[in-house]
């Protein structure tokens, strides 16, 4: 891993930010869109940014800024575009490695795929370019999948609010630039917690949508329900301008669905409070530290400040950590497995083990995961005839050392595998429904805390609302 000049924590990187880079997405896009700065002025001014703060982070290790120039010098949006929702009026933004952009390697973090060139950007890049956004960079990531975002590659990102500590991930790159204002947007995909992880542990949001709400770049798993495409940004507000930007139906993805009629901004624009939320420290399943279980409990209490009734009755998630490990076991045997025949040697072991994992089930092993998941999804749905929504911690421990390649126990309670500490995301995943993760505090130590809620199925519009509510209620500006 890398070893980065700086490794005390680093307060100014998150708040010294002025001018066109201390702006939300939101407002940016609004700037642009009156003609009050060109697309250049802000291309020009996170190339600035990115420079002066990435040298400690390493965030964005690929960087296309000279080519972002040209485009932002020859950007010119028609009229009908402007009134389109989720256009982005020549807003940069960065891109995650685990999508194609057109000139750029994906590689996903590994060294098998460092000079895989992308020929063309992947459908979900592709949308937000025709959306009017600019990709400028591209966004680190651990190798392959995972939570701490190092790879052999790049090497280490780490957090702006503590240098010697992880930003999460696999989205960990996306969130590390939005909390340090390189940028104003980041796509991320979410499998286990992807992009709620590393949005809790570096203090800002992140949504995964309802599966099939982003179309999602070609894969040899199309029919695959656990893995979504979804947006990161610095507040909820900005989640819903990328998710108006990214939503559309798009037949190369099978789960696709159609854009709802509503635009996403209008819930963060005139937000409708829950009227019923169930808090929970741990969803019923394994360890937590008490600091994070206290502030987000705390934060959840607020909601009751816009009327909602806060209370305890949870689903019961018993069988949710099997079954998320052998889908995910089965989903890595499917995508990853045949690199073991070829390039065993060059791959991270925690991968290795998880592909042999996979390659090692059975179909009953399959099968009972299934049922545990329709019972699950059969009892959340239930609880989702009372409540808005469900919240819960994004995760049970603050961000770990970056040396650490994952937390081996959690208050005293020792785990079991390399992904056993991100259970608070990975089981809501199994679920399909939409999750936001919203920074609600900061432990004694400056870490930053993440609050998740969950909604109904096909509830990103209302839960957007929720968020926005509980964002206003915390008040952390």
């Known amino acids: 891993m890398s070893d980065f000049a700086g490794s005390q924590s680093s307060p100014s990187l998150i708040s010294e930010a002025e001018g066109l880079c201390g702006l939300t997405a939101f407002d940016a896009v609004g700037v642009l869109r009156k003609g009050e700065a060109s697309p250049l002025d802000f291309v020009d001014a996170a190339i600035a940014r990115i420079e002066q703060a990435d040298t400690q982070i ?21 009229a009908d575009r402007k009134a389109r929702p989720g256009w982005l009026a020549g807003l940069p933004i960065a891109v995650k490695d685990y999508n194609d952009l057109a000139g750029l390697p994906t590689t996903y973090g590994s060294p098998i795929f460092a000079r895989n060139v992308a020929r063309s950007s992947d459908v979900t890049v592709a949308r937000l370019e025709a959306q009017g956004a600019i990709p400028l960079a591209k966004s680190n990531v651990p190798e392959f999948a995972g939570a701490n975002t190092f790879n052999r590659v790049f090497g280490a990102t780490r957090n702006p609010h503590d240098l010697k500590r992880t930003v999460g991930g696999s989205s960990g790159g996306s969130a590390a630039a939005l909390a340090t204002s390189m940028i104003w947007l980041a796509t991320g995909n979410d499998l286990g917690g992807s992009l709620r992880i590393p949005a809790s542990f570096c203090g800002i949001a992140g949504m995964r949508p309802s599966v099939g709400r982003v179309p999602r770049p070609m894969s040899v798993v199309p029919f695959d329900p656990l893995w979504v495409e979804g947006p990161m940004g610095r ?6 301008l990328m998710l108006d930007a990214q939503a559309h139906f798009d037949p190369r993805d099978p789960l696709s669905a159609p854009v709802p009629a509503r635009p996403f901004s209008e819930a963060a624009s005139h937000p409708r409070p829950p009227q019923r939320v169930a808090y929970t420290s741990n ?6 530290e008490p600091e994070i279980a206290a502030i987000c409990e705390q934060a959840a209490q607020r909601l009751a400040d816009a009327g909602a009734s806060i209370d305890g009755d949870v689903p019961d998630f018993s ?19 045949p690199l073991l025949d070829t390039h065993r040697d060059e791959i991270n072991p925690d991968i290795v083990w998880n592909i042999e994992v996979g390659l090692g089930q059975s179909g009953m092993d399959i099968a009972r995961a299934e049922r545990i998941r329709g019972s699950l999804f ?5 609880f989702f005839e009372t409540h808005d929504a469900l919240a819960c911690p994004t995760v049970a421990t603050t961000p770990f050392l970056v040396e650490q390649r994952f937390p081996t126990e959690i208050n005293g309670q020792v785990l079991t595998s390399y992904i056993d500490w991100m259970y608070l995301t990975f089981v809501l995943t199994l679920l399909g429904c939409p999750v936001i ?4 505090g900061k432990t004694k130590s400056g870490l930053p805390v993440g609050l998740q809620l969950m909604g109904r199925p096909r509830g990103d519009f209302e839960l957007l609302g929720y968020a926005r509510t509980l964002e206003q209620v915390v008040n952390l500006k």
């Open 283 to 288: 969803l019923g399943l394994g360890p937590i």
């Open 378 to 382: 059969e009892r959340v749905t239930a």
């Open 235 to 240: 507040c909820v507000a900005d989640l819903a």
């Open 58 to 78: 390493n965030a964005l290790p690929q960087r296309r800024f000279e080519e972002a120039r040209r485009y932002a010098k020859a950007f010119r949006p028609d």
């Open 319 to 337: 069988g949710g950590i099997e079954a998320f490990h052998i889908l995910r076991a089965s989903l890595m045997a499917s995508v990853r497995g």
């Open 437 to 440: 993760s919203v920074p609600v």
